[in-house]
T-cell receptor, first 112, second 114 residues
């Protein structure tokens, strides 16, 4: 039982490049989330998916897109990376009936 | 938009000291959670408080939810170096379409020196 897994763990991009961050959970959770974490700003929600087939914007969605591929997987795509997207990205999941979230280990992204 | 103000942002203390971290908002939450995060890892849930006035204890950690469900505190007794980390509070909305979308505080970086 791995919980929430994320790949890659580290990534360096040049401005304008694209990439997809992968997330998978094996807890049969309905809801999944993408956050970014910047110093002094806690965790800010980028997108979330309340259930398979649905996605919705969070607090800071600009510059990102998401895909809920199936119940297990939720990916985050940066189409044209910008230095302002340098951050640590966390994926999380939760059961539909509860609010507690389980987090992955994070992806540290640097955009030059 | 719901906001959670967490204080202090930084806390540096000696082993054996006591400390309190505060989490305040003008909004009412259905529940409030505390997470702990170590460097290079994701946040891990410590506790969830649901009822106004509720107090929960986890060994040397005491969590309290305000009577009006707008604020919470985390008190650590006799801190140890192993308590070092980032502590985050997170509030859950009252329901509706926002159910499950947590609002996080900015976090408190705690350093406990031996």
């Amino acid at each position: 039982n791995a919980g929430v897994t994320q790949t890659p763990k580290f990534q360096v991009l040049k401005t304008g490049q694209s990439m997809t961050l992968q997330c998978a959970q094996d807890m049969n959770h309905n809801s999944m989330y993408w956050y970014r974490q910047d110093p002094g700003m806690g965790l800010r929600l980028i997108y979330y998916s309340a259930s398979e087939g649905t996605t919705d914007k969070g607090e800071v969605p600009n510059g990102y897109n998401v895909s809920r591929l199936n119940k297990r997987e939720f990916s985050l795509r940066l189409e044209s990376a910008a230095p302002s997207q340098t951050s640590v990205y966390f994926c999380a999941s939760s059961d539909r009936r509860r609010t507690e979230q389980f987090f992955g280990p994070g992806t540290r992204l640097t955009v030059l | 938009t719901q906001l959670l103000e967490q204080s202090p942002q930084f806390l540096s203390i000696q082993e054996g000291e006591n400390l309190t971290v505060y989490c305040n908002s003008s909004s009412v939450f259905s529940s409030l959670q505390w997470y702990r995060q170590e460097p290079g890892e994701g946040p891990v849930l410590l506790v969830t408080v649901v009822t106004g006035g509720e107090v929960k204890k986890l060994k040397r950690l005491t969590f309290q939810f305000g009577d009006a469900r707008k604020d919470s505190s985390l008190h650590i007794t006799a801190a140890q170096p192993g308590d070092t980390g980032l502590y985050l509070c997170a509030g859950a909305p009252l329901g509706g379409t926002s159910y499950g979308k947590l609002t996080f505080g900015q976090g408190t970086i705690l350093t406990v020196h031996p």
